[in-house]
């Protein structure tokens, strides 16, 4: 464990700053569970290390520049292995058999990851690595051996004794919460790229391994005893059992993961859809002036063809008039002007219609985008209002 006094040179604390230099690590009080910084600068290869005598830690930076490869270090402690049980040395009174060997004790548990709550204004993103697992289990211990059975003469020969039990494994740490809600300060490209350069490790410890049982004593050394017999004045007696091997222990349970939640600020979002619903409208605006402009060209473009026609069609009947004698052919002439200013006429009402048309239709998504807008303003403000009142 690095300790503060040892780290002095290796970051800067002035005021409501906290500022760790390349490749240095600092470790947090173990004192304050909430902490707030102005600025919080981790350049490439700081390591943030946060005390696992907490349970939870909420940081907030209003300013926040993370270089490549920053480390925030969070997991929980690994747990103690158990001791091995002593075994019975030496060897039982006579005809008595062996003493069991003392059991192992139990690994205990891995500490959980320490709850982390971040909340932070981006202004430099390298690469961050948030570790919050939970520590390992202990192993258990192994039981102690058994001890040697008694000697024997007028007795069968007693067994050694058995070998003690060994300790469970103790069960790994959970892996801590990790929650980090950002908004980005300075553009740092879109919200995929952003999570992708965080990576959150909170999963469970591992559980410890069981202890193995202990080793079973010996049983006494068969022997020749002196007594009479059918074939002499010498008798063997068979030798004592080794004692049975002690129970293993219970491997641990691996500890189970943390939850993980990394969002983008739900003001930021919002902003974010605002600019765009903005720039639609905009660009709805946009399309709409020049479509209006381009039908408004094309009504002008056939009323002029139409006063054109019109004039060519005077300054023939002028020149009939003057030099024809037949008074039918001005009369048909004259038909066909008043027949040519009917269609030019229908057809500028047509374009006049049309064009009037497309002002409605545009006019309406116009209004449509409006209420978008409108309504993404409401909830903002309504955010705004429920972050103030708290």
Not at 90 to 103: I, L, M, N, S, V
Not at 124 to 136: F, H, P, Q, V
Not at 182 to 191: K, S
Request: charged letters at 20%; aromatic letters at 2%.
């Amino acid at each position: 464990m690095v300790l503060l006094g040892s780290l002095s040179h290796a970051m800067v604390h002035a005021e409501n700053v906290l500022h760790v230099k390349a490749g240095k690590t600092h470790e947090l009080s173990a004192q304050q569970s909430v902490l707030s910084y102005d600025k919080l600068i981790l350049e490439d290869g700081a390591v943030l290390k946060v005390p696992n005598e907490l349970e939870q830690l909420q940081l907030n930076a209003a300013w926040a520049e993370i270089g490549n490869g920053v480390s925030i270090l969070a997991q929980g402690p690994a747990g103690k292995d158990g001791a091995a049980g002593a075994d019975q040395e030496g060897q039982a009174e006579e005809c008595k058999a062996g003493k069991r060997g003392a059991d192992g004790t139990h690994g205990t548990q891995g500490g959980e990851g320490v709850a982390l709550t971040m909340v932070m204004g981006i202004a430099k993103l390298g690469s961050l690595t948030i570790n919050s697992r939970g520590g390992d289990g202990g192993n258990g211990g192994s039981g102690g051996q058994g001890q040697q059975g008694g000697a024997f003469d007028k007795c069968n020969a007693p067994a050694g004794g058995a070998g003690g039990a060994g300790g469970d494994g103790g069960d790994g740490g959970n892996g801590g919460q990790v929650s980090l809600t950002y908004r980005l300060l300075v553009d740092q490209g879109n919200q995929d790229d952003v999570r992708s350069r965080i990576s959150v490790q909170n999963g469970g410890g591992k559980g410890g391994q069981a202890g193995a049982g202990g080793k079973g004593g010996a049983g006494t050394e068969g022997k020749y005893i002196t007594m009479r017999t059918l074939t002499g004045n010498r008798k063997w007696m068979a030798g004592g059992d080794e004692g049975e091997t002690g129970v293993a222990g219970k491997p641990g349970r691996d500890g189970v993961k943390g939850q993980v939640l990394v969002q983008q600020d739900l003001r930021d979002r919002m902003d974010a859809m605002l600019q765009n619903q903005s720039a639609q409208v905009t660009a709805l605006k946009d399309q709409l002036v020049t479509k209006l402009a381009e039908e408004k060209k094309q009504v002008e473009e056939a009323a002029k063809q139409a006063i054109s026609a019109l004039e060519q069609q005077v300054i023939s009947l002028q020149s009939n008039m003057q030099g024809a004698a037949d008074q039918t052919a001005v009369d048909q002439s004259i038909t066909q002007i008043g027949q040519q200013v009917e269609q030019q006429s229908a057809r500028i009402d047509e374009l006049g219609a049309k064009l009037e048309q497309s002002i409605k239709a545009m006019q309406s998504q116009l209004d449509q985008m409006s209420k978008q807008v409108n309504s993404l303003n409401d909830k903002v403000d309504s955010l705004s209002s429920n972050n103030n009142s708290q």
